[in-house]
Protein backbone atom coordinates (compact mmCIF):
# COMPACT_ATOMS: atom_id res chain seq x y z
CA UNK A 1 0.00 0.00 0.00
CA UNK A 2 1.18 3.49 -1.02
CA UNK A 3 2.39 5.51 2.26
CA UNK A 4 1.25 8.70 0.40
CA UNK A 5 -1.83 9.20 -1.38
CA UNK A 6 -1.15 10.54 -5.14
CA UNK A 7 -4.66 9.88 -6.25
CA UNK A 8 -4.55 13.28 -7.81
CA UNK A 9 -1.62 12.83 -9.68
CA UNK A 10 -1.44 12.03 -13.32
CA UNK A 11 0.50 8.16 -13.77
CA UNK A 12 3.34 10.27 -15.29
CA UNK A 13 4.18 11.91 -13.18
CA UNK A 14 6.76 11.52 -10.05
CA UNK A 15 5.67 9.26 -7.43
CA UNK A 16 6.45 10.04 -3.79
CA UNK A 17 6.22 6.60 -3.07
CA UNK A 18 8.74 5.05 -6.18
CA UNK A 19 11.34 7.52 -5.45
CA UNK A 20 14.99 6.11 -5.92
CA UNK A 21 15.91 7.28 -2.39
CA UNK A 22 19.28 9.13 -1.52
CA UNK A 23 22.69 8.42 -1.79
CA UNK A 24 23.20 8.52 1.39
CA UNK A 25 20.55 6.47 3.45
CA UNK A 26 18.23 7.92 6.18
CA UNK A 27 15.21 7.27 7.78
CA UNK A 28 11.82 8.12 6.17
CA UNK A 29 9.95 11.26 7.63
CA UNK A 30 6.36 9.56 9.04
CA UNK A 31 4.70 12.84 7.51
CA UNK A 32 6.39 14.12 4.76
CA UNK A 33 7.30 12.77 1.40
CA UNK A 34 10.63 12.54 -0.23
CA UNK A 35 10.11 15.72 -2.28
CA UNK A 36 8.42 17.47 0.24
CA UNK A 37 11.55 17.49 2.61
CA UNK A 38 14.07 17.88 -0.32
CA UNK A 39 12.25 21.42 -0.52
CA UNK A 40 12.29 21.80 2.95
CA UNK A 41 16.07 21.16 3.43
CA UNK A 42 16.39 23.47 0.33
CA UNK A 43 14.77 26.37 2.19
CA UNK A 44 16.80 25.76 5.29
CA UNK A 45 20.15 25.82 3.49
CA UNK A 46 22.75 28.74 4.24
CA UNK A 47 23.02 28.86 0.24
CA UNK A 48 19.55 29.59 -0.18
CA UNK A 49 19.15 32.30 2.65
CA UNK A 50 22.03 33.85 0.71
CA UNK A 51 20.18 34.55 -2.40
CA UNK A 52 18.38 37.27 -0.97
CA UNK A 53 21.74 39.41 -1.53
CA UNK A 54 22.38 38.09 -5.41
CA UNK A 55 21.96 39.74 -8.24
CA UNK A 56 19.07 39.15 -10.76
CA UNK A 57 20.10 42.31 -13.39
CA UNK A 58 20.68 45.51 -10.58
CA UNK A 59 23.14 45.16 -8.00
CA UNK A 60 21.37 44.44 -4.45
CA UNK A 61 22.63 48.26 -2.66
CA UNK A 62 20.71 49.81 -5.77
CA UNK A 63 17.46 49.78 -4.15
CA UNK A 64 14.89 47.54 -2.44
CA UNK A 65 12.78 46.87 -5.19
CA UNK A 66 14.09 45.19 -7.56
CA UNK A 67 14.31 41.06 -7.32
CA UNK A 68 17.28 39.34 -5.92
CA UNK A 69 17.80 35.71 -6.60
CA UNK A 70 15.88 34.70 -3.65
CA UNK A 71 12.67 36.52 -4.65
CA UNK A 72 13.31 35.11 -8.29
CA UNK A 73 13.48 31.48 -7.10
CA UNK A 74 10.30 32.00 -4.77
CA UNK A 75 8.78 33.38 -7.81
CA UNK A 76 9.83 30.67 -10.15
CA UNK A 77 8.28 28.19 -7.24
CA UNK A 78 5.16 29.90 -7.48
CA UNK A 79 4.51 29.49 -11.25
CA UNK A 80 5.96 25.90 -11.01
CA UNK A 81 3.73 24.70 -8.45
CA UNK A 82 0.43 26.38 -9.88
CA UNK A 83 1.75 24.72 -13.19
CA UNK A 84 2.06 21.07 -12.16
CA UNK A 85 -1.15 21.55 -10.47
CA UNK A 86 -2.92 21.90 -13.75
CA UNK A 87 -0.92 19.37 -15.17
CA UNK A 88 -2.09 16.81 -12.30
CA UNK A 89 1.97 16.78 -11.39
CA UNK A 90 4.05 16.42 -8.29
CA UNK A 91 3.74 20.14 -7.05
CA UNK A 92 6.80 18.92 -4.32
CA UNK A 93 9.18 17.99 -6.37
CA UNK A 94 8.26 20.57 -8.79
CA UNK A 95 8.64 23.22 -6.18
CA UNK A 96 12.37 21.41 -4.92
CA UNK A 97 13.78 21.91 -8.55
CA UNK A 98 12.62 25.38 -8.87
CA UNK A 99 14.24 26.56 -5.25
CA UNK A 100 17.01 24.93 -6.10
CA UNK A 101 17.70 25.81 -9.59
CA UNK A 102 20.05 29.18 -8.46
CA UNK A 103 21.95 28.10 -5.36
CA UNK A 104 24.92 28.08 -7.30
CA UNK A 105 24.65 31.31 -9.03
CA UNK A 106 27.77 33.49 -7.94
CA UNK A 107 27.23 37.40 -6.56
CA UNK A 108 26.39 39.83 -9.59
CA UNK A 109 24.96 37.67 -11.84
CA UNK A 110 26.09 36.47 -15.08
CA UNK A 111 28.75 39.13 -14.93
CA UNK A 112 30.29 37.34 -11.54
CA UNK A 113 29.63 33.88 -13.60
CA UNK A 114 31.80 34.53 -17.05
CA UNK A 115 34.85 36.25 -14.32
CA UNK A 116 34.93 33.07 -12.47
CA UNK A 117 34.75 31.23 -15.58
CA UNK A 118 37.42 32.68 -17.27
CA UNK A 119 39.60 32.86 -14.20
CA UNK A 120 39.14 28.83 -13.55
CA UNK A 121 39.99 28.24 -17.54
CA UNK A 122 42.33 25.21 -17.19
CA UNK A 123 41.19 23.89 -14.00
CA UNK A 124 37.34 22.83 -14.89
CA UNK A 125 36.01 26.15 -15.37
CA UNK A 126 33.01 27.61 -13.80
CA UNK A 127 28.93 26.89 -14.09
CA UNK A 128 26.46 27.89 -12.07
CA UNK A 129 24.47 24.83 -12.81
CA UNK A 130 27.56 22.68 -12.04
CA UNK A 131 28.17 24.86 -8.60
CA UNK A 132 24.32 24.41 -7.87
CA UNK A 133 25.37 20.70 -7.81
CA UNK A 134 28.34 21.44 -5.63
CA UNK A 135 26.18 23.43 -3.09
CA UNK A 136 23.76 20.37 -2.32
CA UNK A 137 26.39 17.93 -2.61
CA UNK A 138 29.37 19.33 -0.57
CA UNK A 139 29.50 22.68 0.37
CA UNK A 140 26.43 22.82 2.70
CA UNK A 141 27.96 20.48 5.89
CA UNK A 142 25.01 20.87 7.92
CA UNK A 143 23.85 17.49 8.75
CA UNK A 144 26.33 14.88 11.18
CA UNK A 145 26.62 11.98 8.90
CA UNK A 146 27.30 13.44 5.44
CA UNK A 147 27.81 16.51 3.07
CA UNK A 148 25.40 18.45 0.81
CA UNK A 149 22.02 18.18 1.38
CA UNK A 150 21.52 14.20 0.50
CA UNK A 151 18.46 15.04 -1.61
CA UNK A 152 16.59 12.62 -3.68
CA UNK A 153 18.01 11.50 -7.09
CA UNK A 154 14.59 13.17 -8.31
CA UNK A 155 15.49 16.28 -6.80
CA UNK A 156 18.91 16.06 -8.74
CA UNK A 157 18.08 15.18 -11.66
CA UNK A 158 15.95 17.96 -12.32
CA UNK A 159 18.95 20.34 -11.08
CA UNK A 160 21.61 18.94 -12.96
CA UNK A 161 19.19 18.50 -16.30
CA UNK A 162 16.60 20.89 -16.07
CA UNK A 163 17.86 22.25 -19.40
CA UNK A 164 17.34 18.48 -20.83
CA UNK A 165 19.80 16.09 -21.43
CA UNK A 166 23.72 16.65 -20.33
CA UNK A 167 25.35 14.70 -22.98
CA UNK A 168 23.74 12.98 -26.29
CA UNK A 169 25.55 9.71 -25.84
CA UNK A 170 27.97 7.69 -22.97
CA UNK A 171 30.48 8.19 -24.94
CA UNK A 172 30.91 11.54 -24.19
CA UNK A 173 30.62 11.66 -20.46
CA UNK A 174 34.81 11.28 -19.73
CA UNK A 175 34.58 15.07 -21.88
CA UNK A 176 32.59 16.55 -18.91
CA UNK A 177 34.22 18.24 -15.80
CA UNK A 178 34.75 16.66 -12.86
CA UNK A 179 31.45 17.97 -10.96
CA UNK A 180 28.95 16.41 -13.09
CA UNK A 181 31.09 13.20 -13.11
CA UNK A 182 31.36 13.18 -9.17
CA UNK A 183 27.32 13.65 -8.88
CA UNK A 184 27.23 10.62 -11.48
CA UNK A 185 29.43 8.03 -9.61
CA UNK A 186 27.66 5.37 -7.78
CA UNK A 187 24.09 7.31 -8.18
CA UNK A 188 23.31 6.99 -12.31
CA UNK A 189 21.64 10.10 -12.98
CA UNK A 190 20.87 8.82 -16.75
CA UNK A 191 23.03 12.20 -18.23
CA UNK A 192 21.34 11.40 -21.86
CA UNK A 193 18.13 11.26 -21.23
CA UNK A 194 15.55 14.35 -19.97
CA UNK A 195 14.19 14.56 -16.54
CA UNK A 196 10.98 14.83 -15.04
CA UNK A 197 7.79 17.22 -16.12
CA UNK A 198 8.05 18.58 -12.56
CA UNK A 199 12.12 19.34 -13.42
CA UNK A 200 10.57 20.20 -16.87
CA UNK A 201 7.61 22.47 -15.62
CA UNK A 202 10.71 23.68 -13.21
CA UNK A 203 13.30 25.16 -15.94
CA UNK A 204 10.41 26.79 -18.32
CA UNK A 205 8.84 28.70 -15.03
CA UNK A 206 12.50 30.05 -14.45
CA UNK A 207 11.75 31.69 -18.17
CA UNK A 208 8.12 33.00 -17.42
CA UNK A 209 9.50 34.63 -14.21
CA UNK A 210 12.88 36.22 -15.78
CA UNK A 211 10.88 37.50 -18.52
CA UNK A 212 8.31 39.15 -16.85
CA UNK A 213 9.45 40.32 -14.14
CA UNK A 214 12.28 42.12 -15.76
CA UNK A 215 10.43 43.64 -17.41
CA UNK A 216 9.02 44.98 -14.12
CA UNK A 217 12.23 46.02 -12.93
CA UNK A 218 13.52 47.96 -15.63
CA UNK A 219 10.33 50.24 -15.98
CA UNK A 220 10.58 50.58 -12.52
CA UNK A 221 13.88 51.65 -12.89
CA UNK A 222 12.94 53.71 -15.72
CA UNK A 223 15.46 52.16 -18.05
CA UNK A 224 12.69 52.08 -20.86
CA UNK A 225 8.93 53.40 -20.55
CA UNK A 226 5.64 51.27 -21.40
CA UNK A 227 6.01 53.59 -24.87
CA UNK A 228 8.98 52.35 -25.61
CA UNK A 229 7.75 48.76 -25.19
CA UNK A 230 4.79 49.05 -27.23
CA UNK A 231 6.84 50.71 -29.80
CA UNK A 232 9.09 47.59 -30.05
CA UNK A 233 7.25 44.67 -28.58
CA UNK A 234 3.57 45.29 -29.47
CA UNK A 235 1.64 42.10 -28.21
CA UNK A 236 3.11 43.17 -24.89
CA UNK A 237 1.75 46.99 -25.27
CA UNK A 238 -1.92 45.76 -26.62
CA UNK A 239 -1.61 43.88 -22.87
CA UNK A 240 -0.82 47.12 -21.61
CA UNK A 241 -3.73 49.25 -23.57
CA UNK A 242 -5.88 47.07 -22.55
CA UNK A 243 -5.32 47.75 -19.00
CA UNK A 244 -5.37 51.83 -19.18
CA UNK A 245 -8.56 51.46 -21.40
CA UNK A 246 -10.40 49.49 -18.87
CA UNK A 247 -8.78 51.06 -15.65
CA UNK A 248 -8.05 55.23 -17.14
CA UNK A 249 -7.89 56.74 -13.64
CA UNK A 250 -5.44 54.51 -11.72
CA UNK A 251 -2.05 54.95 -11.47
CA UNK A 252 0.97 54.13 -13.25
CA UNK A 253 2.02 51.86 -11.25
CA UNK A 254 -1.42 49.83 -11.16
CA UNK A 255 -1.05 49.61 -14.68
CA UNK A 256 2.23 48.20 -14.49
CA UNK A 257 1.44 45.64 -11.77
CA UNK A 258 -1.56 44.55 -13.56
CA UNK A 259 -0.58 44.37 -16.82
CA UNK A 260 2.73 42.55 -15.65
CA UNK A 261 -0.05 39.89 -13.96
CA UNK A 262 -1.85 39.47 -17.24
CA UNK A 263 0.93 38.85 -18.85
CA UNK A 264 2.36 36.01 -16.96
CA UNK A 265 -1.39 34.66 -17.06
CA UNK A 266 -0.91 34.40 -20.91
CA UNK A 267 2.47 32.37 -20.97
CA UNK A 268 1.77 30.09 -18.18
CA UNK A 269 -1.98 29.20 -20.51
CA UNK A 270 0.14 28.64 -22.92
CA UNK A 271 2.93 26.58 -21.45
CA UNK A 272 0.17 24.44 -19.65
CA UNK A 273 -2.16 24.12 -23.36
CA UNK A 274 1.13 23.13 -25.30
CA UNK A 275 2.29 20.73 -22.73
CA UNK A 276 -0.95 18.81 -22.68
CA UNK A 277 -0.98 18.95 -26.56
CA UNK A 278 2.54 17.10 -26.62
CA UNK A 279 1.36 14.89 -23.58
CA UNK A 280 -1.51 13.53 -25.77
CA UNK A 281 0.61 13.44 -29.11
CA UNK A 282 3.15 11.11 -27.05
CA UNK A 283 1.14 9.41 -24.01
CA UNK A 284 3.76 8.97 -21.49
CA UNK A 285 2.31 6.42 -18.72
CA UNK A 286 5.36 6.84 -16.67
CA UNK A 287 7.90 9.31 -15.47
CA UNK A 288 10.35 7.00 -17.38
CA UNK A 289 8.31 7.13 -20.38
CA UNK A 290 8.72 11.01 -20.25
CA UNK A 291 12.38 10.73 -19.64
CA UNK A 292 12.72 8.29 -22.50
CA UNK A 293 10.67 9.86 -25.46
CA UNK A 294 13.68 11.81 -26.36
CA UNK A 295 11.89 15.21 -26.60
CA UNK A 296 10.60 17.76 -24.34
CA UNK A 297 7.05 17.66 -23.32
CA UNK A 298 6.76 20.94 -21.28
CA UNK A 299 7.10 24.06 -23.61
CA UNK A 300 5.25 26.86 -25.37
CA UNK A 301 3.76 27.07 -28.80
CA UNK A 302 5.67 28.36 -31.81
CA UNK A 303 3.44 31.73 -31.45
CA UNK A 304 4.68 32.15 -27.67
CA UNK A 305 7.93 31.37 -29.00
CA UNK A 306 8.12 34.44 -31.27
CA UNK A 307 6.80 36.60 -29.11
CA UNK A 308 9.19 35.59 -26.21
CA UNK A 309 12.04 36.14 -28.80
CA UNK A 310 10.77 39.65 -29.42
CA UNK A 311 10.95 40.68 -25.80
CA UNK A 312 14.16 38.67 -25.40
CA UNK A 313 15.34 40.77 -27.87
CA UNK A 314 14.25 44.34 -26.60
CA UNK A 315 15.20 43.14 -22.97
CA UNK A 316 18.86 42.61 -24.12
CA UNK A 317 18.47 46.05 -26.23
CA UNK A 318 17.26 48.38 -23.61
CA UNK A 319 17.87 47.03 -20.45
CA UNK A 320 20.53 44.43 -20.00
CA UNK A 321 22.79 46.86 -22.42
CA UNK A 322 21.91 49.71 -20.89
CA UNK A 323 24.46 52.23 -19.73
CA UNK A 324 23.91 52.11 -16.11
CA UNK A 325 23.85 48.04 -16.14
CA UNK A 326 27.11 48.39 -18.28
CA UNK A 327 28.59 50.32 -15.44
CA UNK A 328 27.52 48.06 -12.60
CA UNK A 329 28.87 45.15 -14.88
CA UNK A 330 32.05 46.66 -15.08
CA UNK A 331 32.68 46.96 -11.47
CA UNK A 332 31.48 43.72 -10.75
CA UNK A 333 34.06 42.17 -13.16
CA UNK A 334 36.88 43.84 -11.70
CA UNK A 335 35.55 42.99 -7.96
CA UNK A 336 35.75 39.61 -8.66
CA UNK A 337 38.93 39.43 -10.81
CA UNK A 338 40.74 41.58 -7.99
CA UNK A 339 39.52 39.18 -5.08
CA UNK A 340 39.97 36.06 -6.86
CA UNK A 341 43.82 37.18 -7.66
CA UNK A 342 44.65 38.10 -4.09
CA UNK A 343 42.81 35.20 -2.52
CA UNK A 344 45.25 32.86 -5.18
CA UNK A 345 48.11 34.38 -4.56
CA UNK A 346 47.83 35.13 -0.81
CA UNK A 347 45.74 32.13 0.18
CA UNK A 348 46.70 33.49 4.10
CA UNK A 349 43.99 36.66 3.79
CA UNK A 350 40.82 33.91 3.42
CA UNK A 351 39.21 34.11 6.46
CA UNK A 352 40.06 31.08 9.19
CA UNK A 353 37.39 28.92 8.29
CA UNK A 354 38.66 28.99 4.43
CA UNK A 355 42.27 28.44 5.25
CA UNK A 356 41.86 24.61 5.68
CA UNK A 357 43.13 24.01 1.75
CA UNK A 358 46.50 22.16 1.13
CA UNK A 359 48.27 25.61 -0.68
CA UNK A 360 50.87 22.37 -2.81
CA UNK A 361 47.73 21.35 -4.19
CA UNK A 362 47.30 24.63 -7.06
CA UNK A 363 44.01 22.63 -8.30
CA UNK A 364 42.44 22.51 -4.88
CA UNK A 365 43.24 25.70 -4.30
CA UNK A 366 42.18 27.51 -7.82
CA UNK A 367 38.33 25.62 -6.56
CA UNK A 368 38.89 26.60 -3.05
CA UNK A 369 39.31 30.50 -3.78
CA UNK A 370 36.53 29.66 -6.46
CA UNK A 371 34.04 27.78 -4.09
CA UNK A 372 34.50 31.29 -1.37
CA UNK A 373 33.59 33.40 -3.59
CA UNK A 374 30.78 32.28 -5.44
CA UNK A 375 29.46 32.20 -2.45
CA UNK A 376 29.43 35.69 -1.44
CA UNK A 377 26.60 38.12 -1.53
CA UNK A 378 27.02 41.35 -3.95
CA UNK A 379 27.20 43.73 -0.72
CA UNK A 380 29.52 41.20 1.08
CA UNK A 381 32.16 40.91 -2.37
CA UNK A 382 32.25 44.66 -2.50
CA UNK A 383 33.03 44.78 1.48
CA UNK A 384 35.72 42.17 1.13
CA UNK A 385 36.67 44.30 -1.88
CA UNK A 386 37.19 47.42 -0.12
CA UNK A 387 38.84 45.88 3.55
CA UNK A 388 41.47 44.32 1.20
CA UNK A 389 42.03 47.15 -1.46
CA UNK A 390 41.06 50.69 0.40
CA UNK A 391 43.77 51.51 2.63
CA UNK A 392 41.10 53.58 4.64
CA UNK A 393 39.08 50.70 5.08
CA UNK A 394 39.31 48.99 8.21
CA UNK A 395 39.43 44.86 8.46
Request: proline share 4%; with cysteine.
Amino acid sequence: MDRFDISNQASYASNPNQSRGRRHNESESAFRTPFERDRDRVIHSSSFRKLKGKTQVFVAHEGDFYRTRLTHSLEVSQIARSVARRLKLNEDLAEACALSHDLGHPPFGHTGEHVLDEAMTGWGGFDHNAQTIRVVTKMEQIYPHFDGLNLTWETLEGTVKHNGPLIKSISEFDKLPEVWKSINNGFDLNLTSFASLEAQVAAVSDDIAYNNHDLDDGLHAEIFTVEDVSSEVPWVGEIFTQVMEQYPKVSPNRIKAEAIRRLIGIWVNDLVNETKKRIDKYAPETADDVRNIGVPLVGFSEDMLVKAALLRKFLFAKMYRHWKVNRARSQARRIVKELFDVFVNEPDTLPPMWQNIDLEDKAKLMRHVCDYISGLTDDFAIDEHRRLFNLDRTL
